[in-house]
């Protein structure tokens, strides 16, 4: 069975403080690894989809990457307005290649 | 824009009564998804559909009930079956296998 840990469960910067956010997960063959954001109230906002090990993705502040075992979310000089959940789920290589979703990261980002 | 449009936003339920969410895309996707969201919880997978006139369960179907008559269309019945409806619910598409495009929800309350 496919599972996803997310960690911190909530995590409070002030703004500019980098940090990291992590995804632990095991899956018999990963597909994909997808990271969202989420506001409060809305649907997910899909940010990246990293697909081996070693591959790294940017997008504004934020640098996702991938382990074998594990993603990182680094997040630089962030602002207020990257306050939000952030969501990892994983996609396994099996026939039914649905998304299994961790439990998410609550980023406050203080001005 | 192409998006996706859930209908109500809010929505309340009474005792023994069943009530629709509606889910409607205009992505040209083949598959459609209906998640529920709990507070400090991952996504579940209630239903899923990949292509019209064909559905599958997810991990959570007990008291949910879906249709796919078009393909722009998967609207999600909660039955009166369901004893603990009150969730967050997300409508979401893709093309198969890829990315998840998600709608902005609909939060179920029971009066």
């Known amino acids: 069975e496919d599972q996803v840990t997310q960690s911190p469960e909530a995590l409070r910067l002030q703004e500019g403080e980098s940090s990291s956010l992590n995804c632990s997960y095991t899956v018999s063959g990963l597909r994909g690894l997808f990271w969202y954001r989420q506001d409060p109230g809305k649907g997910p906002e899909f940010l990246f989809t990293l697909y081996s090990a070693g591959e790294e993705k940017e997008k504004e502040r934020l640098k996702a990457t991938l382990t074998k075992k594990e993603s990182f979310l680094h997040i630089t000089a962030p602002k207020p307005e990257d306050s939000a959940t952030y969501l990892c789920a994983v996609q396994s290589s099996g026939s039914a290649r649905q998304l299994t979703f961790g439990s998410g990261t609550q980023l406050t980002v203080l001005p | 824009d192409g998006g996706i449009t859930q209908s109500p936003k809010y929505l309340f339920r009474k005792e023994g009564q069943n009530v629709t969410l509606s889910c409607e895309q205009n992505?040209?996707?083949?598959?459609m998804y209906w998640y529920r969201q709990d507070p400090g919880q991952g996504l579940r997978l209630i239903y899923y559909s990949q292509i019209v006139n064909d559905f599958q369960k997810g991990d959570i179907a007990e008291g949910y009930s879906v249709s796919r008559e078009k393909k722009e269309s998967f609207p999600l019945t909660v039955t009166s079956a369901q004893k603990n409806p009150t969730a967050f619910y997300l409508c979401?598409?893709?093309?198969?296998?890829?990315?998840?495009?998600f709608g902005s929800g609909t939060q179920l309350s029971v009066l």
């Open positions: 992505l040209n996707h083949d598959a």
């Open positions: 979401a598409s893709s093309i198969q296998g890829e990315k998840l495009f």
